[in-house]
C-alpha cells in the first residue's frame, strides 16, 4: 500500500491494549502513517495506558494493566484539520470512550468523518470495537446504521438509531456505509482486512499460505499444573 496514506487513531487511558496495540502495527508494516491522539496528551513523551480485558471466571471481564502506548500526533490540532487529512478513523474500545463522549472536541471529530463519510466519493471508514461505538451515538452518527459491538452496548446502538447485529461469531465485522464495527479484538482480522480494503487496498486470500505459531505455558505455571 502506499505511503502516502494515513489513519487517525483516536486514544485515551484505559483503551482496549489489543484494539489499539493490533491496527497501530498491521497498518506500519502495509507502510501506513498512523496519528495516535489523546484529549489532554502532547508527544513527544505523553502516553496513554492500555488495559487488558481478560475473562477469569467472573460475571464480567477483569481489566487487566497493559502497556504505555506512546501519542504521536497533538489532538487539538488533530480536531481542528479537515477530516480529509486521513484515509481513516480508528477507535480502540475501553471505558477510556465513556469521557470521550462528553469531550466536545472529540465528539465533534467523529462527527466530521462521519458527515465526510455521507459525502464523499469515496467514503473514509470509521473502525469502533467492542465499546466506542458509544462515540459514533454521542455524534448523532448512528442513525440507520447496521452496527455490532460488545452486548452491554445492543440498547445504546438502538435508542440512538442504529439497527443491533449479533457479533456471532465473535470475529464478525459489520461494514455498512462508512462504519466498520465488531465485538472487539476477536474480530481483529476481519476488521483490519475490511480497512484495508477500504482504503483502497487488494487483499488476496485463499492461496493455501498458513502460518504457524509456536506457544508455550510459562514454566512456573506448568509446575504449578
Known amino acids: 500500500m ?6 487517525l487513531m483516536l486514544c485515551g487511558d484505559y483503551m482496549e491494549d489489543y484494539e ?23 508527544p513527544p513523551g505523553d502516553a496513554c495506558l492500555t488495559a487488558v480485558h481478560e475473562f477469569l471466571g467472573h460475571d464480567l471481564y477483569t481489566e487487566l494493566p497493559g502497556h ?6 497533538d489532538f487539538a490540532a488533530a480536531a481542528a484539520a479537515d477530516a480529509s487529512r486521513y484515509d481513516a478513523l480508528v477507535v480502540p474500545g ?4 465513556e469521557r470521550l463522549s462528553v469531550d466536545p472536541l472529540a465528539v465533534s471529530l467523529v ?27 454521542a455524534a448523532g452518527a448512528m442513525r440507520g446504521v447496521r452496527c455490532t459491538a460488545f452486548f452491554s452496548m445492543r440498547r445504546v446502538v438502538e435508542l440512538a438509531g442504529g439497527t443491533w447485529v449479533e457479533p456471532d461469531p465473535l470475529g464478525l465485522c459489520v461494514a455498512d456505509g462508512n462504519v466498520l464495527s465488531a465485538i472487539g479484538w476477536p474480530a481483529h482480522g476481519e476488521i483490519i482486512r475490511e480497512l484495508l480494503r477500504a482504503m483502497g487496498a487488494r487483499v488476496a486470500g485463499g492461496r493455501g499460505q498458513a502460518v504457524l505459531f509456536l506457544c508455550a505455558v510459562p514454566l512456573s505455571l506448568s509446575r504449578r499444573r
Open 2 to 7: 502506499a505511503s502516502c496514506k494515513k489513519v
Open 20 to 42: 489499539a496495540a493490533v491496527p497501530f502495527y498491521a497498518l506500519a508494516a502495509f507502510g501506513v502513517a498512523v496519528d495516535c491522539v489523546a484529549p489532554g496528551k502532547k
Open 68 to 73: 504505555r502506548f506512546a501519542v504521536t500526533a
Open 94 to 97: 475501553g471505558r477510556f470512550v
Open 111 to 137: 462527527a466530521a468523518f462521519a458527515r465526510e463519510g455521507e459525502t464523499a466519493t469515496r467514503r473514509r471508514p470509521v473502525v469502533v470495537t467492542c465499546h466506542s461505538q458509544l462515540l459514533l451515538a
